[in-house]
């Protein structure tokens, strides 16, 4: 009888777990999210040429993406 050399993993047919823990992705999004009302919220921190940060962040992925 042989012990598994690793019993805290979880193999499959294939050998390989491929399940993410689940802070793999609510750590991601929660930095997305957070960086995202960074730039809403700065509504009274306005360029000094009077365009918001989200305006010229949308403009300039308008004038990157090919469309």
């Known amino acids: 009888m042989s012990a598994p ?3 805290g993993i979880r ?3 294939t050998g390989v777990d491929t399940r ?3 802070w793999a992705l609510a750590l991601p999004a ?3 999210l957070a ?3 960074l730039m809403a919220g700065s509504g009274g921190a ?3 040429t009077g365009e ?3 305006g010229r ?3 300039h992925l308008w004038q990157t993406l090919p469309l």
Do not use: D, I, N
């Open 30 to 32: 929660a930095a997305f």
């Open 52 to 54: 918001l940060a989200v």
């Open 57 to 59: 962040v949308l403009e």
């Open 20 to 22: 993410l823990p689940w």
């Open 5 to 7: 050399t690793h019993p």
């Open 46 to 48: 306005q360029a000094t």
């Open 11 to 13: 193999t499959t047919t």
């Open 35 to 37: 960086l995202l009302v």
